[in-house]
């Protein structure tokens, strides 16, 4: 940067006059709730500074220091969780984790929450959130080619929960709609856990070679701070505070603290950073996420061990008179913020002005080791980097061990199932199960799952993913050897439930079922992201759960031979004291060498129905679909532990079926068990279901590590005796059929009338 363009940056500046100068103790208390920063914290900032700090400072260190940037209560947790593997290219503490799939293919990806948010305003906070990951993804250098999301409403009943779900789920399909990326999976629950804190949690996965990877690192004394974007405005400042607090039911909406956003400025700014990216114009990028201008230059400056002086009257803004405080912290989206070698600015522009975006030179990188800002000739900010990282709070808060007395027996709860079983009948059951369903077309229907012609299964195939990988993206360069039909995987998944029972074994089988739906496809699962979403930190019981959900995740992981390459938290998702239940949200991804031969999980055609589980049942019923039809609590009762010898054997002989041919559709058994998970298999496909015994309470049990299966032929006795095992077996419970109809043993049922009445559980 030269002096001409800058020429006040290189004065001796006073520093901004600290936040408080009257030295009033009371509004020293005020700010400091205001900031949520503990009085501790704040000793450790004036000692860090050497003085009391700016407001602007105060702002910034309450952003950094919030659980939503700092993981301040978390960290000392996912430490535990395997991140290393021969495929791991990029890990956690970048912006999105990246593996390799094939030579240097590599896929970036990474969840993160919008919560907060979307319970405030249900539009916006879903549809920002999934820029938010979007620029995650693509500020790698990566082209983002699918979007998830996993959506945790209140009770259907709950006055709040219509307006809220219909909000969120249009937000995320009119963005990703509008930025031509597909919306391909995620899943929707409805539970009254989160009556008072929804959550909203989305996921995006990109592709990218090896070699093309890029960083959110500031590096290169005298090379120059670029902001590019949509302008500056009020909006989404304290966005990284208020998601690092509780609600109350009582206080005013937080609307200020919520951002809007503009997809077609999001595919604006998408494009022109590939394209900058590809013509290596650029040494450093960060997407201005959470914490906004602050966190982006921060991060930069501490992974590029430098320092950076901001002139924050070149920012653009849309809006007159805002102060440092709010340039700083202000979220709008739609941002990213570059460091450039001074020589490559006139090419760089140039792409800018190609697509329209707003752009200026905002600063320069430095040699000093601090990040300074300077507004209208003030100094507001001038903070040391590596103290304000290496201070950042840890904390090993308090843990409580949670109840386990009072556990009511596997075989207790199955003897007060069965009772209640016994009083319905067969048509009784049926319609019971229907109705405790949730007709998820309402969602995907509204998002564009097909956009770019590269996905093979989607959201109306009701399982896992699947997406062919083109091999004549130009955004991947060259690639030896690629197979042409190529493929990624990608799941979302988490038994919250169960996570109720036990928040270890719960979120064990919340990994394991994102797996379970990758395998069902033919695919091989090759890493995760999760997005934990847990209640109040200081609860000893909540960070009890935390810390045995992280182990769960480490247990299923490391089972699996799969790394957790990239995540978020959100913590305080309570309302009025009330915590949501433990809610490991687990994000995968997976390859398929052929995406000719993926399997959908609904049927193409008329076929023989088998069950795929443990050769010795367990019967597990805890915290399942029939409990909640029958009445019956279940939710004290014991989980039962994961046979992995079973799953690794349910997997080969998958792979198996699929090799020979054998295979017309696949799925996990899903929540009901064996009867409800194939009676939505009919109720989404255009053929009907034949179940050949009467229905008993063993039909709805949710055994771990089971499939339902939709084979071409009759198994014979030869192949069914090569397939089964010690762990697995096959066993024929039906068949899909071309009648349209749900027959029973000897009860027959309109198909028609039950789809009817499944429809009825939408809005």
């Known amino acids: 940067m030269t002096g001409s363009q800058f020429p006040h940056l290189s004065q001796n500046l006073k520093h901004a006059e600290n936040f408080n100068p009257s030295g009033d103790e009371h509004y020293t208390q005020r700010m400091l709730e205001q900031h949520k920063l503990s009085e501790a914290e704040f000793s450790k900032i004036i000692e860090i500074l050497g003085r009391n700090p700016s407001l602007a400072e105060l702002g910034v260190f309450s952003a950094m220091w919030s659980e939503h ?18 495929d791991v290219v990029v890990g956690p503490g970048e ?38 990951i979007l620029r995650d993804v693509f500020c790698m250098g990566a082209r983002p080619i699918a979007n998830l999301n996993s959506l945790r409403f209140g009770e259907k009943s709950h006055k709040k929960t219509p307006w809220l779900a219909t909000g969120v789920v249009k937000g995320i399909g009119d963005y990703g ?26 996921m995006t996965v990109g592709v990218i070679h090896e070699d093309a990877i890029f960083k959110g690192h500031a590096s290169g004394e005298g090379n120059l701070v670029v902001y590019l974007g949509s302008a500056t405005g009020r909006d989404g400042i304290h966005g990284a505070t208020m998601a690092s607090d509780s609600f109350d039911s009582g206080d005013a909406a937080e609307r200020s603290a919520i951002q809007v956003g503009d997809p077609f400025c999001e595919k604006l700014l998408l494009e022109a950073t590939l394209e900058a990216l590809r013509e290596n114009l650029v040494v450093g990028i960060q997407d201005m996420g959470a914490a906004g201008l602050t966190s982006s230059l921060f991060e930069m400056a501490d992974r590029g061990n430098s320092g950076l002086l901001i002139d924050l009257e070149k920012v653009p803004v849309r809006t007159t008179s805002m102060s440092a405080y709010e340039l700083l912290l202000s979220e709008s989206q739609e941002r990213m913020a570059m460091v450039v070698e001074e020589h490559k600015w006139p090419q760089l522009k140039r ?40 201070s950042a709070p840890c904390y090993d808060r308090p843990r409580q061990q949670l109840t386990t007395s009072n556990k009511t027996s596997k075989d207790h709860i199955s003897a007060s199932l069965a009772e209640e079983f016994s009083k319905h009948t067969q048509e009784s059951l049926v319609r019971l199960t229907v109705a405790q369903m949730h007709d998820s077309s309402w969602v995907y229907s509204q998002y564009d799952h097909h956009i770019g012609n590269k996905t093979i299964l989607g ?62 496809t033919g695919s091989k699962p090759l890493a995760i992201t999760d997005c934990l979403n847990y209640g109040n930190p200081c609860d000893p019981e909540v960070m009890e759960s935390f810390s045995q959900g992280v182990d769960g995740i480490k247990a299923a992981c490391e089972q699996l031979n799969i790394p957790v390459v990239s995540g978020n938290v959100s913590l305080y998702n309570e309302t009025d004291g009330a915590s949501i239940a433990p809610t490991p949200m687990i994000g995968m991804v997976g390859k398929i060498e052929d995406v000719r031969n993926a399997i959908p999980a609904l049927p193409n055609r008329e076929g023989k129905l088998y069950l795929l589980g443990p050769a010795n049942k367990s ?69 009907g279901l034949r179940w050949d015994a009467p229905l008993t309470i063993a039909d ?16 014979t006795e030869d192949e069914l005796a090569s397939l089964n095992s010690n762990y697995c077996k096959l066993e024929k419970i039906g068949a899909i059929s071309k009648e349209e109809s749900i027959l029973i043993a000897d009860t027959c049922l309109d198909k028609k009338e039950l789809q009817s009445l499944y429809k009825q559980q939408s809005f």
């Not at 699947?466 to 042409?484: A, K, M, R, S």
């Open 177 to 202: 709609n509008c930025i031509g990326v597909p919306t391909v999976g995620g899943s929707v629950t409805f539970d009254s856990s989160y009556n008072g804190n929804i959550l909203v949690n989305a």
């Open 351 to 390: 792409i800018f002005d190609k697509w329209q975006l707003s752009h200026a030179i905002i600063g320069k990188v430095t040699n000093t080791g601090r990040v300074e800002a300077i507004y209208k000739g003030i100094r507001d900010l001038d903070v040391p980097v590596s103290l304000l990282a290496a």
């Open 69 to 86: 940037c700092s993981y301040k209560s978390s960290r000392v947790h996912l430490r535990r969780l395997p991140s290393k593997g021969e």
């Open 700 to 715: 709805f049990c949710e055994e771990a590590a089971s499939y339902l299966l939709v084979c071409k032929t009759e198994l």
């Open 95 to 132: 912006n999105a984790g990246v593996v390799r799939v094939w030579n240097q293919l590599c896929v970036a990806f990474k969840m993160e929450s919008h919560n907060h948010p979307s319970f405030i305003d249900p539009y916006q906070g879903a549809a920002t959130g999934v820029g938010g």
């Open 619 to 687: 019967g597990n019923f805890s915290a399942s679909t029939i409990s909640k039809i029958l009445k019956v609590p279940t939710r004290n009762g014991e989980l039962t532990p994961i046979s992995w010898d079973c799953e690794e054997a349910s997997r080969s002989i998958i792979h198996k079926l699929i090799s020979k041919g054998l295979l017309i559709a696949a799925r996990d058994l899903g929540s009901g068990g064996a009867f409800a998970t194939s009676l939505k298999m009919a109720l989404h496909s255009d053929f």
């Open 459 to 520: 959201p109306s195939e009701q399982g896992a993913a699947v997406l062919w990988i083109d091999p004549q993206n130009h955004d991947l360069g060259e690639i030896t050897d690629l197979p042409p039909y190529l493929g990624i995987a990608a799941s979302t998944a988490c038994l919250e439930t169960y996570c109720q029972v036990d928040p270890m074994l719960g979120a064990s089988h919340s990994v394991m079922k994102a797996a379970r739906s990758i395998i069902a």
